[in-house]
């Protein structure tokens, strides 16, 4: 069954830094999208991506945040200047086309922040 | 109004019995309504999904029951197995964009 591929698994940088999440969504997927999951919490929306560019994103993505396509392959979250409070798990997800609605999620990178 | 508010947080169910978990939105927009199963350090996987031109979807052991009028929506787990213990995630889409709204999240455990 197809999957999406995240890395790293577990990410540990120092307050500060900037990070950079990487993800492979399924290959004929159309749509992607990251959400974040504090510890213990529920899961939280952060942006959507179609057609190379930004669909929609949440108050969370502020400008701390970008995403980008850099290949027909790859989807990356890059986090500048991380704080304490990002600190959380990362999932990538991927949907096939618009009238395709499930999503199919990644096994995350949990990020530390220190 | 783009919440989804999901009960209880908790659950404790005897293997092969009945587990329960509701959830209500409010935005009348959404229109899609998928359960997601989450075990300890994986990503939600899609367990079973409804829109609301139904009132219940079954797959197996899961059963999704929609209450239109109410905002209404839960899923049943006949059965429960051991193997069910996980955190589920109710969630509502909308929009062309399709971003999910999710639960707060129930912790199922089934006894042996």
């Known amino acids: 069954e197809p999957e999406v591929t995240q890395t790293p698994s577990h990410q540990v940088t120092q307050m500060g830094q900037e990070v950079i999440l990487r993800c492979v969504p399924i290959s004929n997927h159309l749509y992607f999208y990251w959400y974040r999951q504090i510890l213990g919490q529920k899961v939280e929306f952060l942006v959507s991506?179609?057609?190379?560019?930004?669909?929609?994103k949440s108050e969370i993505f502020d400008d701390q945040f970008s995403v980008e396509r850099p290949d027909g392959s790859n989807f990356t979250l890059k986090i500048r200047s991380t704080k304490l409070e990002d600190s959380a798990m990362y999932f990538c997800?991927?949907?096939?086309?618009?009238?395709?609605?499930?999503?199919?999620f990644g096994s995350g990178t949990r990020l530390t922040v220190v | 109004q783009q919440q989804v508010k999901q009960s209880p947080q908790s659950l404790i169910v005897q293997k092969g019995g009945i587990s329960i978990i509701n959830c209500a939105y409010e935005n009348t927009a959404f229109d899609y309504f998928p359960w997601y199963q989450q075990f300890p350090g994986k990503g939600p996987a899609l367990l079973i999904a409804?829109?609301?031109?139904?009132s219940e979807k079954k797959e197996g052991r899961f059963t999704i029951s929609f209450n239109k009028s109410a905002k209404q929506f839960s899923l049943h787990i006949m059965d429960s197995q051991p193997g069910d213990s996980a955190t589920y995630f109710c969630?509502?889409?909308?929009?062309?964009?399709?971003?999910?709204?999710f639960g707060s999240g129930t912790q199922l455990t089934v006894l042996p």
């Open positions: 409804i829109r609301p031109d139904v």
């Open positions: 969630a509502a889409s909308a929009g062309s964009a399709r971003q999910l709204t």
């Open positions: 997800a991927s949907r096939g086309d618009s009238l395709s609605y499930g999503y199919t």
């Open positions: 991506f179609y057609n190379n560019e930004i669909s929609e």
